[in-house]
């Protein structure tokens, strides 16, 4: 039976951290900032957006929501994020991913400038975590890293597995696999023997979005699992792709959909946050 990686108790647990760190800088005249902008009214993106507001205000992070609506030009974006540059009270900002199809998304991640860039999309930022010196890493891989590392699990030496390829999750998670000194394998939907490469996987971490994707037979037995997804089943639950009762068994470390690595992406945009803050006010990060 596999041990459960709690990503939401241990969520919780970081975020007590982050309103000490919050309320450090605030005391220092910097109270940290965060800006999410929002284009149009897709569901999930607004609730995306609401949680962040919530988890900033949790933890004392100064929080400027922009909801704008659909018919938006790309150019009144770009200057909103010209204007979020320049603005010393917001230290990181973020457009909720997807934008509206009439906006190039890729000239928006190039708008923001790197050094607020909490999302870790404009291409400085994946240069930087390309050649292993990172300063801020995408937030669901980072966090998928930080709740290893608090279960103990070095990926040092294994042999670890990506399935998914996205500039959002597959590609980071495989550099930062790759920093951490794993024999990386990234799989994506050409690969023609999939089930033979998962097999191989000391750490097998799954970011495609089709429930019932990672069957039992396709995990090696005591491998740590890790489920990256997060889809709706039949019923409308959300679910990853991990066929649960049938990899649990096998693994012996594993993350629940909901409460894995979801509750991890939220807490990395925060310290990210905090990040952004000490650069930009030449300050070290006092972990180091
Ligand atoms: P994406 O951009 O759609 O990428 C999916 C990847 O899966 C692609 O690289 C694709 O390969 C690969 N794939 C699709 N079908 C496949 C198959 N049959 N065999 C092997 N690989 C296959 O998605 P994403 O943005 O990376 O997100 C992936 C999942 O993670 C989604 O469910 C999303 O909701 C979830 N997610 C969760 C969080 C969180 O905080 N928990 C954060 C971000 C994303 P190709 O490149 O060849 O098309």
């Given at each position: 039976?596999?041990?459960?990686?709690?990503?939401?108790?241990?969520?919780?647990?970081?975020?007590?951290?982050?309103?000490?760190?919050?309320?450090?800088?605030?005391?220092?005249?910097?109270?940290?900032?965060?800006?999410?902008?929002?284009?149009?009214?897709?569901?999930?993106?607004?609730?995306?957006?609401?949680?962040?507001?919530?988890?900033?205000?949790?933890?004392?992070?100064?929080?400027?929501?922009?909801?704008?609506?659909?018919?938006?030009?790309?150019?009144?974006?770009?200057?909103?994020?010209?204007?979020?540059?320049?603005?010393?009270?917001?230290?990181?900002?973020?457009?909720?991913?997807?934008?509206?199809?009439?906006?190039?998304?890729?000239?928006?991640?190039?708008?923001?400038?790197?050094?607020?860039?909490?999302?870790?999309?404009?291409?400085?930022?994946?240069?930087?975590?390309?050649?292993?010196?990172?300063?801020?890493?995408?937030?669901?891989?980072?966090?998928?890293?930080?709740?290893?590392?608090?279960?103990?699990?070095?990926?040092?030496?294994?042999?670890?597995?990506?399935?998914?390829?996205?500039?959002?999750?597959?590609?980071?998670?495989?550099?930062?696999?790759?920093?951490?000194?794993?024999?990386?394998?990234?799989?994506?939907?050409?690969?023609?023997?999939?089930?033979?490469?998962?097999?191989?996987?000391?750490?097998?971490?799954?970011?495609?979005?089709?429930?019932?994707?990672?069957?039992?037979?396709?995990?090696?037995?005591?491998?740590?699992?890790?489920?990256?997804?997060?889809?709706?089943?039949?019923?409308?639950?959300?679910?990853?792709?991990?066929?649960?009762?049938?990899?649990?068994?096998?693994?012996?470390l594993i993350t629940p959909v909901p409460g894995g690595v979801g509750p991890m992406t939220r807490v990395m945009l925060l310290?990210?946050?905090?990040?952004?803050?000490?650069?930009?006010?030449?300050?070290?990060?006092?972990?180091?």
């Amino acid at each position: 039976m596999a041990k459960i990686m709690d990503g939401k108790a241990f969520a919780a647990k970081c975020k007590n951290q982050i309103r000490e760190e919050a309320a450090r800088l605030t005391e220092m005249g910097h109270q940290p900032g965060l800006a999410v902008v929002l284009v149009g009214e897709n569901p999930a993106s607004q609730v995306y957006v609401r949680n962040k507001d919530k988890d900033c205000r949790e933890c004392g992070i100064y929080s400027a929501m922009y909801t704008l609506p659909e018919e938006t030009s790309e150019e009144q974006l770009l200057e909103l994020l010209d204007v979020l540059n320049h603005d010393d009270k917001i230290n990181g900002i973020l457009v909720q991913l997807p934008v509206p199809k009439h906006i190039d998304s890729q000239k928006v991640i190039e708008a923001i400038a790197p050094i607020k860039d909490v999302d870790a999309f404009h291409p400085t930022n994946v240069g930087y975590l390309t050649t292993g010196m990172p300063r801020f890493a995408p937030c669901t891989p980072a966090g998928i890293v930080k709740l290893m590392e608090e279960y103990g699990v070095d990926p040092a030496g294994k042999h670890c597995v990506v399935i998914g390829r996205s500039n959002i999750v597959g590609k980071p998670m495989a550099l930062l696999l790759l920093q951490k000194n794993g024999t990386v394998t990234i799989c994506h939907s050409k690969t023609p023997d999939l089930k033979e490469q998962c097999l191989r996987a000391d750490i097998l971490i799954s970011a495609v979005g089709k429930t019932g994707f990672v069957t039992g037979d396709m995990v090696k037995e005591g491998a740590v699992v890790i489920d990256v997804a997060m889809n709706r089943n039949s019923e409308g639950k959300l679910c990853g792709d991990v066929v649960y009762e049938e990899v649990e068994p096998k693994a012996s470390l594993i993350t629940p959909v909901p409460g894995g690595v979801g509750p991890m992406t939220r807490v990395m945009l925060l310290e990210n946050t905090l990040t952004a803050c000490r650069l930009q006010n030449h300050m070290e990060d006092p972990a180091c």
